[in-house]
């Protein structure tokens, strides 16, 4: 097994200061990970028992505060959009050449959308790729109704025909 990455002094300093501030989410987490390999020298297995996480968790925070110092225990972001292709204002923009045609009545097909989105970005992209940046913006399918709703069957069936008697 190998041997832990010693942590430099200054590195200790740092951890010292920031314990007596206040701490937000998993910033508290974080810390302890550290502070319990400097304190008690417990190893990556203890530690991650304690904080109920992955040993490789522990080794990467400590790894990350090793080279990074407080920052890496205050500023881990979760969540987003890490695979995005546009942001969320270069999608509204986007879709503002499109909006014009769709409000207009006439009908628009999401594989013109694709096609344009490929054309921009370089590169081939899956139809749901579309799918999911309409709904994104509150786009929503709407397809025109295939009969009036006061349609006679009867009436257009006799008009085909011949039968229509006009008085």
Not at 32 to 49: T, Y
Not at 119 to 145: A, C, I
Not at 150 to 167: D, P, R, T, V, Y
Request: glycine share 6%.
């Amino acid at each position: 097994m190998r041997s832990a990455i010693s942590i430099p002094e200054n590195r200790r300093s740092e951890l010292n200061d920031f314990r007596k501030s206040k701490w937000a989410g998993f910033e508290f987490q974080r810390f302890l990970c550290v502070w319990l390999r400097l304190e008690l020298s417990l190893s990556p297995k203890e530690i991650a028992r304690t904080l109920g996480w992955n040993a490789n968790t522990v080794r990467l925070t400590q790894r990350n505060f090793i080279s990074h110092g407080i920052n890496a225990l205050v500023e881990e972001k979760r969540g987003g959009r890490r695979r995005q292709l546009l942001t969320i204002e270069e999608e509204k923009s986007f879709l503002a050449s499109f909006e014009c045609v769709a409000n207009s009545g006439s009908m628009l097909v999401a594989n013109e959308i694709k096609v344009a989105l490929e054309k921009r970005l370089g590169r081939m992209v899956h139809k749901t790729t579309v799918y999911r940046m309409l709904r994104r913006h509150g786009w929503r399918k709407v397809v025109p109704r295939p009969t009036h709703p006061k349609h006679n069957k009867e009436a257009a069936n006799a008009f085909k025909k011949g039968a229509l008697q006009i008085k």
